[in-house]
């Protein structure tokens, strides 16, 4: 079993920028990846971004290249999510989740094991 606990999310203006963090507890070694989803009001979840756990290797969703970083701290087990330059669009619950699989880098959720309660990020124009 893994335990996933984000933190970070919040209330931030247009432009603005939040960190997301997730710390990871339980069965956690040799995990491949750790990637992050949002969810908004009445949309489908959808892929963010994610980082090998080895490699630290990343993919991100084309609507946020160029704002958001994602990194892990391998020796902490926790993953972060920077977030630069944020829009009203990118307002939705967001979740972490970890893979075992090299797969899970392309972004399909299918691809992870496990996965956090989620933490609200919300941008106002």
């Known amino acids: 079993q893994v335990q996933l606990v984000e933190s970070g999310g919040g209330l931030v203006q247009a432009g603005g920028s939040l960190r997301l963090s997730c710390a990871a507890s339980?069965?956690?070694?040799?995990?491949?990846?750790m990637g992050w989803f949002r969810q908004a009001p009445g949309k489908e979840r959808e892929f963010v971004a994610a980082?090998?756990?080895?490699?630290?290797?990343?993919s991100y969703a084309d609507s946020v290249k160029g704002r958001f970083t994602i990194s892990r701290d391998t020796a902490k087990t926790t993953g972060t999510l920077q977030m630069n330059s944020l829009k009203p669009e990118d307002t939705a619950v967001y979740y972490c989740?970890?893979?075992?699989?090299?797969?899970?880098?392309?972004?399909?959720?299918?691809?992870?094991?496990?996965w956090g309660q989620g933490t609200q990020v919300t941008v106002s124009s």
């Open positions: 980082v090998s756990w080895s490699t630290a290797e990343t």
């Open positions: 339980g069965r956690t070694f040799s995990r491949y990846a």
């Open positions: 989740a970890v893979s075992w699989t090299r797969a899970a880098l392309g972004g399909a959720a299918n691809e992870y094991d496990y």
